[in-house]
């Protein structure tokens, strides 16, 4: 499974972006999908999940309101809408497919297999 992450770039304060992660492979529907992000110095944390069928969306705090998580299970892809987005959004940003094929959403590095090569976001104050 290759996971291909893109949309990322430069952005203002307040500005959005549209995020998208491409999956390889025949199983896409079976699993749920996480972005995770980056920072420099800082360790790798969750930022959205997202169920097999897009029934449950789970968000980090950090985020909720402001980004939303989709998927479109015909094309292999998960996308993340970011809005109102802040200097502190700036990261790299990755999505994973969870090791399992579990109902549900799960928020912790641990509990995801494969990883994209990520996108930098940075906005500028």
């Known amino acids: 499974v290759q996971l291909q992450a893109s949309g990322g770039g430069l952005v203002q304060a307040g500005g959005s972006l549209n995020l998208s992660c491409t999956a390889s492979?025949?199983?896409?529907?079976?699993?749920?999908f996480g972005w995770f992000r980056q920072a420099p110095g800082e360790e790798r944390e969750f930022v959205a999940g997202i169920s097999r069928t897009s029934a449950t969306k789970y968000y980090a705090d950090s985020v909720k309101g402001r980004f939303t998580i989709s998927r479109d299970n015909a094309k292999n892809t998960v996308y993340l809408y970011m809005n109102s987005l802040k200097p502190e959004d700036t990261a790299l940003y990755c999505c994973?497919?969870?090791?399992?094929?579990?109902?549900?959403?799960?928020?912790?590095?641990?509990?995801?297999?494969?990883w994209g090569q990520g996108t930098q976001v940075t906005v500028s104050s």
């Open positions: 492979g025949r199983t896409f529907n079976n699993y749920a």
């Open positions: 994973a497919r969870d090791k399992s094929l579990r109902i549900g959403v799960r928020s912790g590095r641990d509990e995801y297999d494969y």
